[in-house]
């Protein structure tokens, strides 16, 4: 029985964290920031020291995202010869608020243009900007660099070992962890859909969500795997082509199995999709994908060059939060500029970065009200503190990025618990971090509506387009029921799929004050799911 538990268990945790990515991360930088700190400490550095060396830790962690030894490697090596140099100016130019301002805004506006280049750039933009920043949060100035560059060594050195030598990632067995996480997906939609066919009418409407839920996480692992082993080097895991390909055709008939029982469901119901809920245009988009000539849209500048176009958004915001946390808080502003950048960081349109700034301000509120809590009853006692301040850090690298207030909340826990080991930790502080807070959020949404703004619903219909030609060129009678050809057809759909669904998500949102604009776009997303996967990937579900 004890064995079968914890079988569960780990499928569990194997579905919620596909490959224990997040969990071994977190453990990892954990790891490296309690290594860094007792060598930082036991080499009775001065507390600026200790404090650049564990913000460096954490920062190093936040811009390695790749999944292999040898590009990790790479990325450490090209995220130090950016961070020396970040590092060098933001103290150099500390002294002179003017001439670190406009630096900042050199350094925002190149990071945010580099993400055009993918995941490495967008790396390499954060930690620019959180080396920059670095002086100000451990109050650095010029006498100081050399201590600071040292510490930063220790810590990035410390942290290494932690993730090479400590707990080393291996591609071998991280693969197989992968492939275990997708059957555990696999099963759930299985399990799932089961459960729905079970169900009519209202009775349905709960397993309908949970079966949608399972199957963006089966989308998500599929993803990863396939992410996983595009930048795997060459022989680094053998055998892997012909286990994906099993694994894939698995997943791919579980797919279109659930998505399938989901339409049979929607048609035996009242909620069912009629055509006059969705909007002419989809309309006019579906029926040209059923004749096979599917327009392509008009490209405009904001389209063609969207990393300007945030690149000058974030720029913009950063700037309004600096001369307004400056009013607000000649010592803590940078919480204002903080908060004005990172709402930007995986955004792509304004309802998205009013839906980021929500989420932070209340994964904010929440960490000042539990993070002073814990600071008081552990107040004196510092090995308490510090495991406080590890498990906050293992809990925002092991949170997914998708529950962002989630993260903001141990962000800002953790926050706390380093502000009580400077003994500057006070409710007056905490106060001023949620104003500061609230501050930059309206910058970065100020900044998203007055400067080059694009709406959901231009960035929905782009993405709508790309998946309908995606489908028109998968479209076809030679797809099988046992869902052999129907994996390699699925893959780009579902990437699609999910970069419309990401398109659309904030306008989803239960609290979405625009409840006809809800009710249209979730009709539009049924009627296209009906569309491409009642056409594309014809295996039939079980009848009830």
């Known amino acids: ?122 790396d390499l933009g954060i930690l620019a900007f959180m080396t920059y920043l670095l002086p100000q949060f451990a109050g650095l100035r010029p006498p100081d660099l050399p201590v600071a560059t040292g510490a930063a060594a220790v810590a990035a050195a410390t942290f290494a070992a932690a993730r090479f030598c400590v707990l ?27 459960e729905l066919v079970r169900h009519t009418g209202p009775r349905a409407r709960r397993p309908e969500r949970l079966l949608r839920r399972r199957l963006v996480r089966l989308h998500a692992c599929t993803g990863l795997v396939h992410e996983f082993l595009d930048e795997a080097p060459a022989g680094s895991v053998p055998g892997a082509a012909p286990a994906v390909r099993r694994a894939e055709r698995a997943a791919a008939a579980a797919w279109a199995r659930g998505t399938l029982a989901i339409l049979d469901a929607r048609a035996g119901s009242a909620r069912g999709v009629g055509p006059g809920r969705v909007s002419p245009r989809c309309e006019a988009h579906l029926h040209t994908r059923r004749s096979g000539t599917v327009p392509r849209t008009a490209p405009s500048w904001l389209s063609v060059r969207p990393a300007t176009r945030q690149a000058l958004q974030v720029t913009t915001a950063v700037a309004l939060a600096f001369v307004g946390g400056h009013l607000l808080s000649p010592q803590l502003w940078y919480w204002a500029v903080v908060t004005a950048w990172v709402v930007f960081v995986r955004a792509q349109h304004t309802e998205d970065v009013l839906l980021q700034s929500a989420r932070r301000l209340v994964g904010t509120v929440a960490g000042v009200l539990v993070g002073y809590g814990l600071a008081a009853v552990a107040a004196g006692h510092e090995l308490v503190l510090v495991v406080l301040l590890l498990g906050f850090v293992l809990g925002m690298f092991a949170t997914p990025v998708r529950r962002y207030w989630a993260v903001t909340f141990f962000i800002t826990g953790g926050l706390s618990m380093a502000l009580t080991l400077q003994g500057t930790l006070s409710a007056a502080v905490l106060l001023l971090r949620v104003h500061e807070t609230l501050l930059g959020a309206l910058c970065a949404v100020g900044a998203a509506v007055l400067v080059a703004p694009v709406g959901a619903g231009r960035i929905a219909q782009e993405r709508l387009s790309e998946l309908l030609r995606v489908a028109d060129g998968h479209a076809g009678p030679g797809l099988v029921h046992d869902g052999s050809r129907c994996a390699g057809s699925t893959r780009d759909l579902q990437r699609s799929l999910e970069d419309y669904r990401d398109a659309v998500r904030p306008l989803l949102h239960p609290l979405s004050l625009r409840r006809r604009e809800r009710v249209r776009v979730r009709s539009t997303l049924e009627r296209v799911e009906t569309s491409i996967f009642g056409a594309s990937c014809p295996v039939a579900p079980a009848r009830r």
């Open 1 to 122: 029985m004890g064995t079968t538990t914890m079988g569960r268990a780990r499928k569990r945790l194997l579905t919620l964290d596909p490959g224990l990515l997040r969990l071994s991360t977190g453990a990892r930088t954990a790891l490296g920031l309690a290594g860094a700190l007792a060598v930082l400490v036991t080499l009775d550095v001065p507390r600026e020291g200790v404090l650049a060396g564990g913000f460096m830790a954490v920062a190093t962690a936040l811009a390695i995202s790749e999944h292999h030894v040898r590009r990790q490697l790479t990325a450490l090596l090209l995220g130090t010869a950016v961070a020396v140099p970040a590092l060098a100016l933001g103290t150099l130019l500390a002294v002179v608020p003017a001439a670190w301002g406009a630096g900042l805004l050199v350094v925002v506006f190149v990071g945010a243009h580099a993400r055009r280049s993918g995941r490495r750039g967008t």
């Open 168 to 194: 080393p990632v291996r591609s071998r067995p991280r693969f197989r962890v992968l492939l275990e996480s997708l059957e555990a997906c696999r099963s759930d939609v299985g399990r799932a859909t089961t």
